[in-house]
């Protein structure tokens, strides 16, 4: 099993930023590929970034590209996400997800994952 456990969600006005932290643990092996996630209210699950752990290939939305930054440290096993120029389109549940394997292009298919953290919360006020 992997548990994931987010931190550093909170409240920022438009412009701000805020760092995002993902900690792994369990059997690691399975996290070759990790991802953020959120969700809007009222909205679908949206892939925002993710990456391959091993080769350090990221993936961005299109609606983030530029603004957020993926990373992984595999000395403590944690996966960031840096969110600058945040917006209130922004504001949502942030959920780390990690998986073994994903199938090429649906690396920010929240389908593509196993495993699952808790969830973050991102508000962004204008």
């Known amino acids: 099993q992997v548990q994931l456990v987010e931190s550093g969600g909170g409240s920022v006005q438009a412009g701000g930023s805020l760092r995002l932290s993902c900690k792994v643990s369990g059997y690691t092996y399975n996290t070759n590929c990790m991802g953020w996630f959120r969700r809007a209210p009222g909205k679908e699950r949206e892939g925002v970034a993710a990456?391959?752990?091993?080769?350090?290939?990221?993936f961005y939305a299109d609606s983030v590209e530029g603004r957020f930054t993926i990373s992984h440290d595999k000395a403590s096993n944690t996966l960031y996400l840096q969110m600058d120029s945040l917006g209130p389109e922004d504001t949502a549940m942030y959920y780390c997800a990690a998986t073994a394997r994903v199938s090429t292009v649906k690396e920010l298919i929240d389908t593509s994952y196993a495993y699952w953290g808790q969830g973050t919360q991102v508000t962004v006020s204008s």
């Open positions: 990456m391959y752990t091993s080769s350090r290939v990221t």
